[in-house]
């Protein structure tokens, strides 16, 4: 079982940036598709970003395209959500998650059964 924990959430003025990290215990970490996820007050979760387990593939949501980056360094462990040019309609509880399989051709929920416990992103002037 892959515990997940994720940090670097916080409150942001507009246009600013946040890195977000996850990281995993378990030693299937480095083999797995990773994704980030939010959900917003009264909204479903939303599927953010994605990686592939080699890092060399990866796929965004059209309303983060060219803003955010995701990456992982599999000797730590760790992946993380690199946020730049915020914006109020970002603020949501971010969620990593790990795949069922190493690559990410297929992006939905159920893809991924294993999820953190979210941290909380405020995007506020």
């Keep these: 079982q892959v515990q997940l924990v994720e940090s670097g959430g916080g409150l942001v003025q507009p246009g600013g940036s946040l890195k977000l990290s996850c990281v995993a215990s378990g030693h299937t970490f480095s083999t797995r598709a990773m994704g980030w996820f939010r959900q917003a007050p009264g909204k479903e979760r939303e599927f953010v970003a994605a990686i592939n387990w080699r ?14 980056t995701i990456s992982r360094r599999n000797a730590k462990n760790t992946v993380y959500l690199q946020m730049n040019n915020l914006k109020p309609e970002d603020t949501a509880v971010y969620y990593c998650a790990v795949a069922t399989g190493s690559g990410i051709t297929y992006i939905r929920i159920d893809y991924f059964p294993s999820w953190g416990q979210g941290t909380q992103v405020t995007v506020s002037s």
């Design 55 to 68: 890092g060399d593939n990866t796929r965004y949501a059209d309303s983060v395209k060219g803003r955010f």
